[in-house]
């Protein structure tokens, strides 16, 4: 299993962490709560909210002080530019078609080396940003409970605030001037045992996908001092679409 032991070997890990993480602090403050719940060593699927583009880069920097190297379910057709595809190949991320984790065509052979090298990997479960007008979490789609019923590894879910003061939502620009202050809350493993070896029952999927957006959504409560509308926001009811902008 690998272990925090795979940041001091050194890779191409060791070149993006020293573009990523001086930049990252050079323009937020980051502050990370119970970071003893990221595991310390073996497999499981780190499943944080989403409401900026800058996220993935925000959690990515977070998991790497902690001593773990992250990989993320990357769009297929990223693979296929030049230099950008061998970038991501040389750091184990993972290649999924478009839709390809709502329908678990998540590739056997990544998936197998989730688990026997012991790999730290961000799913987000409501599969992009997201619709709620308040930044709430929105409805999450299956990809996640998926991956974790099938493979058997935990789901540890994370709340992060203070990325959209950053960059805004559906916004490219960055906002560098004054630090953005940034809280991320690391939370226990969720509880999919009711759900245990029902990777192909839709109606299972459905209620472990409830139980993570559940367990997400808590924590944002928590950092946000609010609380959630009690019914989570659902694009097909307000005549969204579930990606790209709107």
Not at 51 to 73: K, T
Not at 149 to 168: D, K, S
Request: glycine share 8%.
């Amino acid at each position: 299993m690998a272990d925090r032991s795979e940041k001091l070997r050194p890779s191409v890990w060791w070149v993006l962490a020293a573009l990523a993480v001086p930049f990252i602090r050079a323009v937020t403050r980051i502050r990370i709560l119970h970071p003893e719940k990221l595991p310390a060593s073996g497999p499981f699927i780190l499943a944080p909210n989403h409401h900026s583009n800058i996220d993935p880069l925000v959690v990515a920097v977070a998991v790497w002080r902690l001593g773990r190297a992250p990989r993320f379910m990357a769009k297929a057709s990223l693979f296929r530019i030049p230099v950008v595809g061998a970038l991501l190949r040389a750091v184990g991320q993972i290649p999924v078609e478009r839709g390809g984790m709502q329908r678990g065509a998540i590739p056997i052979a990544a998936a197998k080396r989730i688990v026997a090298e012991g790999h730290c990997v961000v799913v987000y479960p409501e599969g992009s940003l997201t619709r709620d007008p308040e930044l709430w979490p929105m409805r999450g789609k299956t990809g996640a409970a998926r991956l974790a019923l099938e493979l058997g590894i935990p789901v540890v879910p994370v709340a992060h605030w203070g990325t959209q003061q950053l960059m805004p939502i559906y916004s490219a620009k960055l906002r560098v001037v004054p630090r953005t202050r940034i809280d991320l809350l690391f939370g226990d493993p969720v509880d999919l045992s009711p759900w245990a070896g029902r990777a192909a029952d839709p109606a299972a999927l459905q209620a472990a996908t409830g139980a993570i957006m559940t367990a997400i959504t808590r924590l944002l409560e928590e950092l946000r001092g609010e609380t959630a509308p009690p019914e989570r926001w659902d694009p097909a009811k307000h005549g969204q679409a579930e990606t790209g902008r709107f």
